[in-house]
């Protein structure tokens, strides 16, 4: 749990801000956007519906070979700190599996787990709930 606080930490102050330079947008799922993929309760599975996001991103990377992404798990706030940063990991991990699988290369996306640290929706609901269990892929 150690070396996940600590990339964590490594990864900067904000989720969803670029670091470095954000590769061009285009029409394809506009690769240099912010882009979210959604998790059911207590689950690492990406639903079908985010294919053509992962697809979109999948082919930008494929034809940039330098470009490396991070993609930042989260979790609500049910359960420990401790297995809700393993199930952001798990997310992270997930869609960096999707990711290789139509393209990309396992070594453009780096994986971080903030758990439930990071709230994109405050509330204890679920509505908040809903928009907290995500990845963020960060250009």
Not at 28 to 55: L, M, N, T
Not at 66 to 94: C, F, K, P, Q, S
Request: glycine letters at 10%; zero cysteines; proline letters at 5%.
């Amino acid at each position: 749990m150690e070396a996940m606080d600590a990339r964590a930490r490594a990864a900067g102050d904000r989720p969803g801000q670029f670091r470095g330079t954000a590769p061009p947008g285009s029409d394809a799922g506009k690769p240099g956007q912010r882009r979210v993929i959604y998790f059911e309760y207590d689950s690492d599975e990406v639903k079908g519906e985010y294919r053509p996001v992962i697809e979109a991103q999948a082919a930008y990377l494929a034809s940039h070979p330098e470009t490396v992404i991070t993609l930042e798990g989260h979790a609500d706030e049910r359960g420990t700190r401790e297995y809700n940063l393993a199930l952001g990991e798990r997310r992270a991990l997930a869609v960096r599996r999707q990711l290789t699988l139509l393209g990309g290369s396992e070594g453009q996306a780096r994986t971080v787990s903030f758990g439930e640290e990071r709230p994109a929706a405050d509330g204890h609901d679920e509505q908040a709930y809903e928009q907290n269990r995500r990845v963020e892929i960060v250009y």
